[in-house]
């Protein structure tokens, strides 16, 4: 008798609609295509809430899942088998059920100031005073106050193109945007500065890729196991741990940095406050296998110099819509 093989697995695969996601996500799928070419994987496109609220500033939202709930709901649903998102952009806690699979190899995690033409050739050093300055980000926001508070800040909201469409016609002098997002959409031409953790410290996971799944598919799991970087995850989870602790969201002033050499990891962090007035960093180094540990000991440390106090005060700031 004739044993019948059941046909190859289907996996789909959940994206936002932005154009950064799907080229992130069809890198995802060509990855996993080269190394299982017997599987078909099926992207599956979601608007997400981020992407539907674009006149109002992401911190005033709330920034629980923003980008991430209805992938997550696609998942627990059973309509789609995993989602790709930007890591930066994936909540620490995730919901009952799911699991960060994999984390891809970063791309530079840096910010990049990118600037409109007149000022084509500057720096920020050299950007002059009333300077307007474009960025939705809280973390970017308190540390360029703290080094250039003669700056003017505006919030800017949409996708990375139409960010610079604005830029162009004139709204902005300057935008800080991240360096990944730019070179993932062949726009490196566009960066002017890659501003150094002196200046900016980046986000937790900027540059890297985060796949969701579900917890209990141990298939997909394996599978997703085929493209993480190991280096990469065990910088995001210290960075992920860190802001974990801090019981920080996407959207508040927390930066961080971290490289690993001959097995051992360095995490830098920052919390600042929105004006940019108060300032806690410091540095951990430790093995790199102790990623998580790490991320929870320098939390400790910035909060025993007031980060707990700054962030507070944020969230109390941001409730009253101020």
């Not at 059941?6 to 890198?27: C, M, N």
């Not at 196991?225 to 802001?243: G, S, W, Y």
Request: hydrophobic share 40%.
């Amino acid at each position: 008798m004739t044993s019948v093989s059941s046909p190859p697995r289907t996996i789909r695969i959940g994206s936002r609609k932005s154009q950064l996601a799907l080229v992130q996500t069809y890198w995802v799928q060509e990855q996993l295509q080269k190394s299982f070419p017997d599987i078909t994987f099926e992207v599956h496109t979601m608007s997400t809430q981020g992407d539907k609220i674009l006149d109002v500033a992401l911190a005033k939202i709330g920034d629980k899942g923003l980008f991430t709930k209805e992938l997550e709901l696609g998942m627990i649903n059973q309509e789609i088998d995993f989602a790709v998102h930007s890591l930066k952009d994936l909540p620490t806690k995730l919901p009952e059920g799911l699991t960060l699979a994999a984390i891809t190899e970063r791309e530079n995690p840096a910010d990049a100031l990118v600037l409109h033409e007149k000022y084509k050739g500057q720096t920020i050093d050299t950007l002059p005073e009333g300077a307007v300055i474009g960025t939705s980000s809280l973390r970017r926001l308190a540390q360029l106050r703290n080094k250039f508070p003669h700056f003017t800040f505006k919030d800017v909201r949409g996708n990375l193109i139409t960010r610079m469409e604005k830029l162009d016609k004139g709204d902005y002098d300057a935008l800080i945007l991240a360096v990944a997002g730019l070179e993932r959409l062949g726009m490196s031409d566009r960066i002017h500065q890659v501003l150094p953790p002196e200046i900016s410290l980046h986000a937790v996971g900027q540059g890297a890729l985060g796949i969701e799944c579900r917890a209990d598919d141990s298939e997909v799991i394996s599978i997703l196991k085929a493209i993480e970087d190991p280096q990469t995850r065990d910088r995001c989870l210290a960075e992920r741990a860190f802001l974990r602790s801090l019981e920080g969201g996407c959207q508040v002033p927390i930066g961080v940095n971290t490289e690993i050499v001959d097995g051992n990891l360095t995490l830098t962090g920052i919390v600042a406050s929105v004006d940019g007035q108060k300032l806690v960093q410091d540095t951990v180094t430790g093995l790199a296998n102790d990623a998580e540990k790490l991320g929870t000991e320098l939390a400790n440390i910035l909060r025993k110099q007031g980060a707990t106090e700054i962030l507070e005060t944020i969230f109390t700031e941001i409730q009253r819509g101020s």
